[in-house]
C-alpha cells in the first residue's frame, strides 16, 4: 500500500547529505594544493623577472664600460618579497660571464634558481 504523501525518505536524505558533504571535502582539498601550486608559481615567477631585470642591468653596466669592458662588480640584493639575489661577473677574454642566483623558500625549503649568460664586450 502506497503512502498518499509524496517525497523522499529520511534515508535517501541520509545518502544524499553523505554523498554531498564527501564530494564538498574532497574539493576543499583540491582547492587547497590549487592555492599552494599558486603560490609556488607566483614566486617562481617573480624571480624569473627579478633575475631578467638584475641581467638586463649587468649587461647595461658591461656596455658602458666600453672600451674597456670591465666586469660589474658581485654582489647582492634582498627584496621584501622573500628572494634574495646574487650575482658575479667573470671576464674571459673578450665575453663577461655572468652567474646570477634567486633564493626563495618553497614548501619549506630553500630553493636557488640560476641564470648563466655571457655577454660580448663591446
Not at 558533504?21 to 615567477?45: E, F, N, Q, W, Y
Not at 648563466?116 to 663591446?122: G, I, L, N, Q, W
Amino acid at each position: 500500500m502506497r503512502s498518499p504523501h509524496a517525497g523522499f525518505s529520511l534515508i535517501e536524505v541520509l545518502v544524499a547529505t553523505v554523498v554531498t558533504a564527501v564530494g564538498i571535502v574532497a574539493l576543499l582539498g583540491t582547492l587547497t594544493a590549487s592555492a599552494a601550486l599558486a603560490g609556488d608559481g607566483r614566486r617562481i615567477g617573480l624571480s624569473a623577472a627579478r633575475l631578467a631585470s638584475r641581467a638586463d642591468e649587468l649587461r647595461a653596466r658591461v656596455a658602458a664600460s666600453a672600451p674597456g669592458c670591465s666586469p660589474p662588480p658581485a654582489g647582492s640584493a634582498a627584496g621584501g618579497d622573500g628572494i634574495v639575489e646574487s650575482w658575479t661577473a667573470v671576464r674571459r677574454g673578450n665575453v663577461i660571464d655572468l652567474v646570477l642566483e634567486a633564493r626563495y623558500r618553497r614548501a619549506g625549503h630553500l630553493v636557488a634558481d640560476t641564470v648563466a649568460t655571457a655577454v660580448s664586450c663591446p
